[in-house]
C-alpha cells in the first residue's frame, strides 16, 4: 500500500496517505491500550520540522546518498536505516520523529536492499549491514561472487563515512528493519535457532508474531522490551559471530543498539514497537545491574521517581524507570543494584510510602529458600508498604 502510494504520488492518492497517517496515530492510541505501553510519553500532540541534508559518497562508478532527516535537536532519539528496500521502517520511523523529534539517518541506493558498484569495469554487490567490518565486507563480497581486495578497502571507507554520520551522542541507536514471513525471526534465536549462539537471552511471547522483534546489545532496553511483552534477543556481545552487522560493531564497543524488525506492511506493529524503544532508561553506575519490577498495587508512578534503593542504611541500587501499563494495570519498570551485592531469590524490594516521601529497600527473608535469580528472565513483584 505505502509502496504504491510512493509511485503514485498523485492528488487523489495524497488524501488516501494522509488518512492512513491518520489512522496510523489512532491505531497507535489504541495500541497504548492494548499492549500497555507508556502512558505518557513524549510530546505526542507537537509536530516537528524537518530539516533534510543529502550528501553523497563516490563508490567506484556510483554514488550513494546518505540522507540525515532531522525534525528537531532532541539528542536522545537516533534512528538508521541501511536496507532502501524497507519502505515501511522507513516510513514509520518519520511518522515517530515527525511527533518525538530527532533524527533518522537512511542509505539512499535506488530502492535496493544490497548496494552494487563498479570499480575498473568490474561489478561488485555487497550487503550495507554487512559493511561494519573487515570480516563482514570480505564475507558479503564472496556471497555475492565478486571479492576483491581493492573492493573491500573502498566498502570500508564508505562505512566509515556512513558511521560519522550518526551523532555522537549516548542515545540507544535504532536501527529499523523489514522482513518476510519466515525467514528471519525470533525463532531464530530461540533453543534450537540458526543464531541461538549469538543471543545471551531471549524473550519469546506467544501472542506476537514471530517475525515481529527486538535484537539489542544493551540488558537495560532487553528488560524494557521484555517488561513490554515484545519478543527480543538480547545480543551476546562477545560470542556474537563478526558478520560486519551494525549490532555486531555496536555491541563490541559496548554501546547501545536495538534492531526493530517487523514484517514488511505492518505499520501500526512497527510503530508501537518504535515507540517502547524510546526514551530507554540509561544506567546511572555502570557496575550496576539492571532488574525489571512490577507494581500490582494501585501506586502513582510519580511518587517515586529517582529513588535511592537501601540495604540497612547503606544505599545499593537506583531506580531507574516507573511508567504505568494500562494493557496490564501495573506500574512497571527499571531498577540497579550493585552487582557486588547477591540478589537471590529471596531478596524482596519493598516500596515505603510515607507522608516524608517515598523510600525504597533491599531486605533478604531467611525463612525462604536462596536460590538463582536470573534477572534477565525474572521480574521483581514491588511489595508496598503504607
Ligand atoms: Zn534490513
Do not use: W
Amino acid at each position: 500500500m505505502l509502496l504504491h502510494l510512493l509511485i503514485f504520488p498523485d492528488y487523489s492518492q495524497r488524501i488516501m496517505y494522509m488518512l492512513k497517517t491518520f489512522f496510523l496515530l489512532i491505531s497507535f492510541t489504541v495500541g497504548i491500550v492494548c499492549f500497555g505501553q507508556q502512558k505518557v510519553f513524549t510530546k505526542v500532540t507537537a509536530t516537528y520540522r524537518l530539516k533534510q541534508t543529502e550528501t553523497y559518497y563516490r563508490l567506484g562508478d556510483r554514488k550513494i546518498g546518505v540522507v540525515t532527516y532531522k525534525y528537531n535537536k532532541n539528542p536522545n532519539i537516533v534512528m538508521i536505516n541501511v536496507h532502501d528496500d524497507e519502505i515501511t521502517s522507513i516510513e514509520v520511523s518519520k511518522q515517530v520523529l515527525r511527533k518525538t523529534g530527532g533524527t533518522l539517518i537512511k542509505l539512499k541506493n535506488d530502492s535496493s536492499r544490497l548496494v552494487r558498484f563498479k570499480l575498473d569495469g568490474v561489478a561488485y554487490t555487497f550487503d550495507p549491514n554487512r559493511m561494519f567490518s573487515e570480516t563482514g565486507i570480505i564475507a558479503s563480497l564472496r556471497k555475492y561472487n565478486s571479492y576483491s581486495p581493492e573492493a573491500v578497502v573502498k566498502i570500508k571507507a564508505f562505512a566509515q563515512f556512513v558511521l560519522g554520520k550518526i551523532p555522537k551522542t549516548s542515545a540507544t541507536l535504532i536501527a529499523l528493519h523489514n522482513n518476510h514471513i519466515g525467514d528471519y525471526s525470533i525463532n531464530s534465536y530461540d533453543n534450537k535457532g540458526e543464531f541461538v549462539s549469538d543471543s545471551r537471552a531471549t524473550y519469546i511471547d506467544s501472542i506476537r508474531g514471530t517475525d515481529d522483534f527486538f535484537l539489542t546489545t544493551d540488558d537495560i532496553v532487553y528488560n524494557k522490551i521484555r517488561g513490554y511483552g515484545y519478543n527480543v534477543t538480547l545480543q551476546n556481545n562477545f560470542a556474537a559471530v563478526d558478520d560486519g552487522s551494525l549490532s555486531v560493531y555496536y555491541g563490541k564497543r559496548n554501546r547501545s543498539y536495538v534492531n526493530v524488525e517487523t514484517e514488511h506492511g505492518k505499520p501500526e506493529v512497527q510503530f508501537n514497537m518504535l515507540m517502547t524503544v524510546i526514551n530507554s532508561p540509561k544506567r546511572i553506575n555502570l557496575n550496576y545491574n539492571v532488574y525489571n519490577y512490577e507494581i500490582g498495587d494501585s501506586v502513582e508512578e510519580k511518587k517515586f521517581k529517582n529513588l535511592k534503593i537501601y540495604f540497612s542504611n547503606k544505599p545499593v541500587g537506583n531506580l531507574l524507570s516507573a511508567y504505568y501499563a494500562q494493557g496490564y494495570r501495573k506500574v512497571i519498570g527499571q531498577l540497579e543494584i550493585d552487582n557486588n551485592f547477591g540478589v537471590f531469590s529471596n531478596t524482596d524490594v519493598f516500596l515505603f510510602l510515607k507522608n516524608s516521601g517515598a523510600q525504597m529497600e533491599i531486605r533478604i527473608d531467611p525463612t525462604r529458600e536462596r536460590k538463582s535469580f536470573d534477572r534477565l528472565k525474572e521480574t521483581f513483584q514491588i511489595i508496598v508498604r503504607n
